[in-house]
């Protein structure tokens, strides 16, 4: 079973619109939890930290249930701009090692 | 934030051939460095982590004699893939976490990645 597992997509959707994933993980001792973003052939870029408390960043919001072990990130009013692969990332452990889910696509159309 | 380089940006060579990819953090003390591989439509899958002046961690399934982690100094580090094969082609990802001004990062910087083609 993969440690952390997405909907590998593609998401296609209109501007503006409002479109969300999910990712779960199965780590239960995981610490940490994060979006990162990686556009073609690009390394990724952190897009937000994830807290149980949810929060908010402009048009992105992350909720983490660990009960439940499920993340998600909801993006309102998508750009084009926003269209790239879409990466849920935990961590656990001192070393700060990361494992990456295998990403969703996200394609966002004019 | 601090910035990862990674050199070459992309390699193409001829099959036992080996190839050495260098990850350098610009502005920061690189206490710890991850090497990562991504094959096409995957994910990000960690080969090993090497803090600075110790023998590298290698993840279950990486062969140590075949990918060689040098990382010598707070500031570079070096991955060397040995008698390079086909199936070795692939988007090689370092990142790296550590001190600027005494202030720990934990968050790790990705340097922008290397592609290499073996033939």
Sequence with gaps: RKEVEQDPGPFNVPEGATVAFNCTYSNSASQSFFWY????????????SVY??????????????????YISLLIRDSKLSDSATYLCVESSGSARQL??????????LP | GAVVSQHPSWVICKSGTSVKIECRSLDFQATTMFW???FPKQSLMLMATSNEGSKATYEQGVEKDKFLINHASLTLSTLTVTSAHPEDSSFYICSASGLAGGTSY??????????????
């Design chain 1, 37 to 48: 973003r990686q556009d073609c052939r690009k390394e990724p870029k952190l897009l937000m």
């Design chain 2, 36 to 38: 990562y591989r991504q």
């Design chain 2, 106 to 119: 934990n968050e790790q910087f990705f340097g922008p990645g290397t592609r290499l083609t073996v033939l």
């Design chain 1, 99 to 108: 494992t990456f889910g295998s990403g969703t696509q996200l394609t966002v």
């Design chain 1, 52 to 69: 149980s408390s949810g929060n908010e960043d402009g048009r992105f919001t992350a909720q983490l249930n660990r009960a439940s072990q």
